[in-house]
């Protein structure tokens, strides 16, 4: 089967084609077989029980929790005459596709030059999709509007606890909040109205924080009986003091909110969990991979099932690869198009990454809830009726990988043991499954640049 190159490069298969069908690259890589990804029914059905249950949410409260709202006002923007207008749009990774740490990656210019028009306006919808949550919205749209040379809207950006703002049944709970960054701004935009940080258990308990020798209290301070119970916890994302904040959240956890008592016995339930970020590993300026907010829920998880013998349970796990933040960005790329005055439906996305197992699993996972949408009906799928009664135009959703973050094409395949194993190793969260189909990428190129001409030329536009 032979297919139009893109430059150097032929495109892979977008999901979509025939099962079995493929086509080679080259650019140094040598012959690359992938096929579209089969199976993954039951791990989409695992990650949307990951999601957590929000009772009672149909979709237009749902829209309306989060800001939303029905169709929105437009900003004076006008359609790109030069051009039909689009049916399809793209969520674009941020770390490893369009940054390196403080650096913008070069290719991610001459991709912008491509999606912006003469007037200084995308020719396409974009949502900037990213499990980093340790800033503000907007403060993120300004740091991208700086090193890609173009106006970025804050509600173009989804930030991994973005959709936290659906779970309102939690936003008057008494919530200790963990990572780094504005916390309580950032939990306060998302609902929460009552947030207790780990810094100020700390001070209220310093007997709890007993790790650095330096930090431990000199004197016995008396105990305190006036600190309001906390009625849940919130991991927005890595913090400082690991050791800190995994010893308090886990005191919190075993006194079912009261840290300055003791219970005979763990509660279980216990205290209801919400995190956002399953990253293992992120991409910096570093040669190698660091620690993402992935690795400390992986610790606190082992430490939970040490203690006490079970599992760690989430009300919801938000940022990729969760379904639930792909509705999320599908339904910010549709109020976009009507924005723009673009009346065609958006019916294909395009996610584009350097991550494996969130970026390509997660786009993978949502074409298949898409299908299984379309197959079986809205009616059955989705968590405590989240997704019923919603409409959406949107058929597909190809995964697309760049070799400039995480992923690393000299090393061995993601699906793949490595040296000496017996299996390959699963990057992924404890509560997705491995499901090497859906870590399989529609289409591996060099970078966000050639993924932005893959794209162009699948759709017939004019580069």
């Not at 089967?1 to 979509?16: C, T, V």
């Not at 990650?47 to 929105?72: H, Q």
């Not at 001070?203 to 020798?213: E, Q, R, S, W, Y």
């Not at 993402?292 to 009300?315: A, N, Q, S």
Request: net charge positive.
């Amino acid at each position: 089967m032979s297919r139009a190159p893109i430059g150097p490069r032929a495109p892979r298969p977008l999901i979509g084609c025939a099962a079995g069908t493929w086509a080679g690259t080259a650019a140094g890589r040598g012959d690359c077989l992938h096929v579209r990804a089969t199976g993954g029914r039951m791990a989409v059905l695992r990650s949307l029980a990951a999601v957590g249950a929000v009772p009672g949410l149909w979709w237009g409260a749902a829209r309306a929790a989060a800001g939303l709202g029905g169709r929105c006002p437009r900003r004076g923007y006008a359609a790109d005459s030069a051009q039909s207008a689009p049916t399809f749009g793209f969520l674009l990774d941020i770390d490893g596709v369009l940054v390196r740490g403080h650096r913008v990656i070069p290719a991610a210019l001459e991709a912008f030059r491509r999606l912006v028009n003469s007037h200084g306006q995308l020719r396409v919808p974009v949502v900037f999709v990213t499990n980093a949550g340790n800033i503000l919205q907007q403060s993120k749209a300004q740091e991208l509007s700086a090193l890609l040379g173009f106006k970025v809207e804050p509600d173009q950006v989804i930030l991994s606890h973005s959709p936290m703002k659906l779970f309102s049944q939690y936003h008057n709970k008494r919530m200790l909040v963990s990572g780094q960054g504005p916390l309580v701004e950032n939990a306060r935009v998302l609902g929460f109205e009552n947030v207790v940080t780990v810094d100020e258990l700390r001070m209220a308990f310093p007997v709890l924080d007993m790790v650095d020798l330096q930090r431990r209290p000199k004197t016995t301070p008396l105990l305190r009986n006036d600190f309001p119970a906390i009625e849940g916890v919130l991991l927005l994302g890595e913090p400082i003091r690991w050791e800190t904040s995994l010893q308090l959240i886990m005191d919190v956890l075993l006194s079912n909110g009261n840290p300055g008592t003791g219970l005979a016995t763990a509660p279980y339930p216990h205290l209801p969990v919400l995190a956002s970020n399953m990253d293992l590993l992120w991409m910096a300026e570093a040669r190698m991979p660091r620690f993402g907010h992935g690795t400390f829920l992986l610790c606190l998880e082992t430490i939970y099932r040490k203690m006490t013998g079970k599992e760690l349970r989430y009300e919801g796990l938000m940022g990729k690869p969760s379904v639930l933040t792909y509705q999320y960005a599908e339904d910010l790329i549709r109020q976009q198009a009507e924005r723009r005055g673009w009346v065609a439906p958006i019916r294909k996305l395009y996610a584009i990454g350097d991550n494996p197992m969130s970026d390509v699993y997660g786009a993978n996972l949502f074409h298949k809830y898409l299908q299984m949408v379309k197959h079986d009906g809205a009616e059955k799928q989705g968590a405590g009726g989240l997704w019923r009664q919603r409409p959406s135009a949107t058929q597909s959703c190809a995964s697309i990988l760049v070799c400039t973050g995480v992923y690393n094409p000299k090393g061995p395949e993601p699906t793949q043991p490595v040296q000496g194993a017996e299996e390959a190793p699963f990057h992924g969260h404890r509560d997705f499954s491995f499901s090497p189909g859906l870590m399989e990428a529609s289409h591996i190129v060099n970078d966000v640049n050639e993924a932005v001409q893959l794209v162009f030329h699948k759709e017939g536009w004019i580069l």
